[in-house]
């Protein structure tokens, strides 16, 4: 018998792949349990989210933090006070510290808009669209000290298609993520079974 693995879901914006997460687990494809979801940004959608669905939901304002250190440190506490076992970034724009990095080494996951390791970092899609690449995709991965460059968990190929506008393409991209996202966290977890005991 094995515990649920506890998931903090961390979150700046629209939330869309919260809201693939939480329908994943309310339709039994992902085996986890939302703990908590914490916003960097007090208007991000995902923060309403999270309470439709009655999941705790913390807001961090970076403002009321004087260094990136101490912003860190109440992350960790929140990690902490939640028993996270593993964090989720679902379109958290901001890079974590190396303290949080160290403490959730392998237990870190981020989604990343393009097939790294192109198109690192923001407006991946654009960029990979303006590029005119044929193809580009999603990658999921673990969080390391840099930007998007942690290990590849699991990527899709998206092809660009002819003359396709750049509303089209971004909308394909998010209907991959929001399929991938849970099937990786459920594949890592599958990997990491924690013990009833822990
Ligand atoms: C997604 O495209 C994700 O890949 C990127 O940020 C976006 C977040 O979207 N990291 P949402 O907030 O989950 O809707």
Redesign the pocket.
């Known amino acids: 018998m094995l515990s649920q693995a506890r998931l903090a879901v961390l ?1 700046s ?6 809201q693939a997460i939480i329908d994943a687990v309310r339709s039994g494809r992902l085996s986890v349990q939302i703990a908590s979801v914490i916003s960097d940004n007090p208007d991000a959608y ?1 923060i309403t989210r999270a309470r439709q669905n009655n999941i705790s939901c913390v807001l961090l304002n970076p403002k009321e933090y004087s260094t990136r250190s101490a912003m860190d440190q109440a992350i960790l506490s929140e990690l902490g006070k939640y028993q996270a076992d593993w964090v989720i970034l ?2 958290f724009m901001r890079l974590l510290g190396p303290q949080v990095v160290a403490a959730y080494r392998n237990r870190i996951l ?4 393009a097939l790294l390791p192109s198109f690192p970092g923001t407006h991946a899609i654009k960029r990979a669209w303006e590029a005119k690449v044929p193809v580009t995709g999603v990658t999921v991965h673990f969080v390391d000290e840099g930007i998007d460059t942690g290990p590849i968990i699991l990527q899709e190929e998206v092809k660009i298609l002819d003359g396709e506008s750049l509303e089209n393409l971004e909308k394909r991209i ?1 209907e991959v ?1 929001h399929r991938l996202y849970p099937k990786a966290i459920q594949q890592v977890i599958d990997k990491n079974k924690i013990p009833n005991n822990k």
Do not use: D, Q, Y
């Open positions: 979150c914006g629209f939330g869309s792949n919260l995902a679902a379109g981020n989604i990343h808009p998010h993520e």
